[in-house]
């Protein structure tokens, strides 16, 4: 399935496919791919909510509820 979608740094389209053609995606290009990385690197973005330990156990049980009980367990 694919859908019709534009890319974050030069908003050109870019479309959701599998295989070799999707290998940017969410991006139109490598070169937006290293845009993006060096705006990570230089802290453009920022993840402004702060992450108290509900969200985490919150966030860790969507995906893997067994991810929280590893987290918590001490290592034998």
């Known amino acids: 399935m694919s859908r019709a979608s534009t ?3 030069c908003d050109q389209p870019v479309s959701e496919v599998e295989g070799p053609a999707g290998r940017f995606f969410p991006f139109c290009s490598q ?3 290293q845009v993006d ?3 990570w690197s230089r802290g453009e973005y ?3 909510e702060p992450l108290t330990p509900d969200r985490l156990a919150e966030e860790l049980l969507e995906g893997d509820p067994s ?3 590893d987290l918590l367990e001490p290592d034998a």
Do not use: G, S, T
């Open 7 to 9: 890319c974050p740094i």
């Open 46 to 48: 920022r993840i402004v």
């Open 31 to 33: 070169r937006c791919r």
């Open 67 to 69: 991810a929280l009980d």
């Open 37 to 39: 990385l060096l705006r």
